[in-house]
Structures are given as structure tokens and as C-alpha cells.
């Protein structure tokens, strides 16, 4: 099967199983505050990811990745969306276009839209410098992504069996490259020691990408004639997996993704520890349902309410939010009991 019609599957597919609901936001909870002393307009969504200052800690996570014409409009709305609301976005794998120059148009059309806005790029962790330095350039990308999918790949009939040397390839696009390396999951988080690890081949950041919201061993399952059930509930919870992050690489920058559907789920993250929050498939789902207007109007209203639950909880930075009190329950408190994390 070609890589632009498998991507195509993968939308639909994704569109079709939804997002899950076991992120662990759910176990996580606010202290109510009666006394905040904040008005509404002295709340600021900035932040920082590294180096990268960013005017809203939220993101439009990496997606479709060669799919031609379709992969073109939806990255081109999603660039629009980008651009109009102040959000950084990230593309799907480059590594179609890398292969097939045809479709090096349907990425281009993001700086295109929005050439002032926060771009990364995205590659597996199998891509070679030279694969990586194009595809930074074909989006004059502020950061490139490598997504790490083990899962996925074990789940796709046509998938990748060999996941030697991932370390070591990810230490040396960070040397050579020109623009920082973040690297993420996709949908099935990263442990504390992982996140070690790859503060030691000196990523700039880590994006979490846990369990509970698009899930790509179910996806798989449906493109497979015997399919793997116990890859669809694998994983660490997004939750749990900031935490996790944080635990023992406390100043590396954290993105929470996996399972993000609302403004609470956002606030949660950056609660837990995490400097930005990423949303994929609830974008896409909003993008297929209600256009690129729509789209725009939801992450504005996201933002808005973004700032009352700030205020309510007295935060007027991203950084003060970081530091409010919270309850954590059920699995993820057990979860966390267990790997030792007060
Ligand atoms: C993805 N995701 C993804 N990630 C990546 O690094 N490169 C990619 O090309 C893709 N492709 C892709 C296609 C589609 C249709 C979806 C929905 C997702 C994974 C994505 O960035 C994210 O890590 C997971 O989807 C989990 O986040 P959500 O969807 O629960 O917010």
C-alpha cells in the first residue's frame, strides 16, 4: 500500500475511533480558591518551550503526512487556524515528501499561510541529517519533531520490526542540525527513564504524547487481518506521563498531548508540570465537523477559557499555574505511588 493512501486511511480511521477517555485529567483536580486577587486582565497564556517563546502554550500537534490533495487542504487550514489564533503547529511526517517530491507542496502551504507563526517539523526516528535538514527546510521549521511510535509500527501490518539505534541517531540530528530537536510519542506516552534518556542526547524538549485520546494500536487493529488487542490498551496515561517527565529531568521543557479535548484538560497539563499542551485528533475532529472557521472559533474560546480557569485559580502566568495545588485520585494516584512520584 502507498504511503499517501495508508496516511488517508489513518485520518478517516482516526476520525472514526475517536478519542479515548483515559488520559488520567479526569483523576486530576483544582483546588477551588474563594480569594484568587487576580482580575481577568492580568492573565498571560505566554510561555516557553527552551528557547522557543511562545505567545499561547498551545498547539496544533503533528497530523497528516502526504496524503496529497486532502493532506494539502488540511494542512492548509490548519496553517490558516495556526496563524489566525497564535498557535504553533506541527506537521505530519515529512518523510512522504522526502521520498516523493510531488508532494513537497502539500507541507510548503503551512509556512506559506502562516510565515511568521511556530512550525516544526516531523520525522521518525529513522530519518537520516540530510532527510532531517531538508525537511526543516522545506517549512523553515523553528524546531524539528521526531516521533518515536514503536507500537504503531508493531501494529501496522507493513510496520518497522527493528528499533536498534534509536538513541543513538536521535543524539546526532541534535548535533547537527540548526534548529532544536523535540521529540514525542504518538499516543502512547514516555516513562521517566525514557525522558532520561533523551535529556542526555540533548533534546530540547519532550513531548509526552500519552495514552487516552487517538489511539494508534486500535487505528492499526482496523488495517490488520488479525488484529493485536492488547495494544490498544497500552500505554502510560497522558497524566501521568507529564509527571513522569518531570520527575527526574525537572528543567527539561514538557508538551502534554495524548487525549487533550478542552481547555480544562489544558490547564490540567500545565498543572502537572508541562510548559505547552498539544492537541491532534480533537483538531481534526473539530476541522472535519465544522470547517476551518469553526476550527478558529474553538481555539479562541479555548484560550478565553483558558484565562478564567486561570483566574479562578488566582495563576497569572503559565509558571504560577505550574505551582497550584491539585488532587490526584484513583489510577493515576496509584500510578504514581507506585514509581515513587509524591
Ligand atoms: C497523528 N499523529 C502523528 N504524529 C507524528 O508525530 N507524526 C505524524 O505523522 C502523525 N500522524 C497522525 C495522523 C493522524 C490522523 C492523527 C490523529 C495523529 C499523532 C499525534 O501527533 C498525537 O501524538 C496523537 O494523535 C495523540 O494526540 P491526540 O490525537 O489524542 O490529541
Redesign the pocket.
Given at each position: 500500500m502507498s504511503r499517501s493512501k495508508r496516511k488517508a486511511e489513518?485520518?478517516e480511521l482516526?476520525l472514526e475511533t475517536g478519542?479515548l477517555r483515559g488520559s488520567g485529567f479526569e483523576e486530576v483536580a483544582f483546588l477551588h480558591r474563594s480569594i484568587p486577587d487576580t482580575s481577568h486582565d492580568s492573565i498571560e497564556l505566554k510561555t516557553r518551550v527552551g528557547e522557543l517563546a511562545l505567545s499561547s502554550p498551545i498547539f496544533i500537534?503533528?497530523?497528516?503526512?502526504g496524503g496529497g490533495r486532502q493532506t494539502y487542504e488540511i494542512n492548509r487550514d490548519l496553517a490558516i487556524a495556526a496563524r489566525e489564533t497564535g498557535v504553533g503547529l506541527a506537521v505530519?511526517?515529512q518523510m512522504s515528501a522526502l521520498k516523493n517530491r510531488e508532494e513537497i507542496y502539500t507541507y510548503e502551504v503551512v509556512r506559506k499561510e502562516n510565515p511568521d507563526g511556530i512550525v516544526f517539523s516531523?520525522l521518525g526516528s529513522e530519518a537520516s541529517v540530510e532527510q532531517a535538514k531538508e525537511a526543516v527546510k522545506m517549512v523553515d521549521a523553528d524546531a524539528l519533531?521526531i516521533?518515536l511510535n514503536v507500537v504503531q509500527e508493531l501494529t501496522m501490518p507493513e510496520g518497522d520490526r527493528d528499533f536498534r539505534g534509536v538513541l543513538h541517531r536521535i543524539e546526532k540530528l541534535v548535533d547537527c542540525l540548526d534548529v532544536p530537536v523535540i521529540v514525542?510519542?504518538?499516543?502512547f506516552g514516555m516513562s521517566m527513564e525514557t525522558v532520561e534518556a533523551l535529556k542526555g542526547a540533548g533534546v530540547l524538549a519532550v513531548d509526552v504524547?500519552g495514552y487516552g485520546?487517538?489511539n494508534f494500536g486500535a487505528i492499526e487493529n482496523r488495517r490488520r487481518a488479525k488484529s493485536l488487542p492488547f495494544f490498544e490498551e497500552w500505554g502510560i496515561p497522558t497524566a501521568v506521563s507529564v509527571v513522569e517527565a518531570k520527575e527526574r529531568s525537572q528543567n527539561i521543557p514538557v508538551i502534554a498531548?495524548?487525549?487533550?479535548q478542552s481547555s480544562l484538560d489544558i490547564a490540567k497539563s500545565l498543572a502537572l508540570g508541562a510548559e505547552a499542551a498539544a492537541?491532534?485528533?480533537?483538531f481534526?475532529k473539530v476541522l472535519s465537523q465544522e470547517g476551518r472557521d469553526g476550527l478558529i472559533a474553538e481555539i479562541t474560546s479555548i484560550k478565553e477559557e483558558l484565562k478564567m480557569i486561570m483566574t479562578a485559580l488566582g495563576a497569572n502566568t503559565i509558571k504560577d499555574l505550574q505551582k497550584v495545588p491539585l488532587l490526584i485520585s484513583g489510577h493515576t494516584w496509584h500510578w504514581l505511588d507506585q514509581r515513587g512520584i509524591d
Open positions: 489513518h485520518i482516526a478519542q500537534n503533528a497530523m497528516t503526512g505530519g511526517s516531523n519533531q516521533h514525542k510519542e504518538t499516543g504524547s485520546g487517538t498531548s495524548g487525549g487533550i492537541l491532534a485528533g480533537y481534526l
